[in-house]
């Protein structure tokens, strides 16, 4: 071949190498693998304790510690949640880190957008992961461009409870 085929192939080929080169050394071990299957996102298990470490208001989860706080101003709110799966889901998964509440932040941000549902509710092909047990959907087919909340109650989403 004439090099005018090689150099430029000898380029490719050195800036995937340089790739691969940085990712060994920059991505940790552990990224993307876990027990029961791939883990999605930032999520690796050898930084759990780093996650521990920041800075919420109520470290517990679902019906533990936040619900202690939370049922002094928002009872109906958390005896619907807590009667639900969603019930393990902390508070501040939808409305933001409540650090300032109600102190200094009298209200909540509410996070209505449908990539927040569709974080745990995407059908996977994976088997082996542990998210085969919670209900999936093809957000292509299903309502497409609509927010979740229109017609599920995120507190309460069974679909029988459905908003009309």
């Not at 027990?35 to 690796?44: D, E, L």
């Not at 209900?135 to 309502?143: D, F, Q, R």
Request: with cysteine; glycine share 6%.
């Amino acid at each position: 071949m004439k090099s005018h085929v090689w150099r430029p192939l000898y380029v490719v080929i050195a800036f995937v190498a340089a790739i691969l080169v940085f990712r060994f050394f920059y991505v940790p071990k552990d990224f993307g693998s876990g027990s029961h299957g791939f883990m999605y996102s930032f999520h690796r298990k050898s930084n759990e304790e780093e996650w521990k470490k920041m800075p919420v208001k109520y470290g517990g989860t679902g019906r533990q510690h936040m619900h202690e706080y939370c049922i002094k101003c928002h009872s109906e709110e958390v005896k619907t949640r807590s009667q639900d799966l969603h019930g393990i889901i902390p508070c501040e998964n939808c409305h933001g880190p409540a650090l300032g509440h109600p102190e200094k932040i009298p209200k909540l941000v509410i996070d209505r957008r449908r990539d927040l549902c569709l974080r745990c509710h995407t059908a996977l092909p994976y088997t082996t992961s542990e998210r085969k047990r919670i209900p999936g959907i093809n957000p292509k087919e299903h309502n497409p461009g609509m927010e979740c909340v229109l017609c599920h109650n995120p507190h309460n989403p069974r679909l029988e409870d459905m908003r009309k």
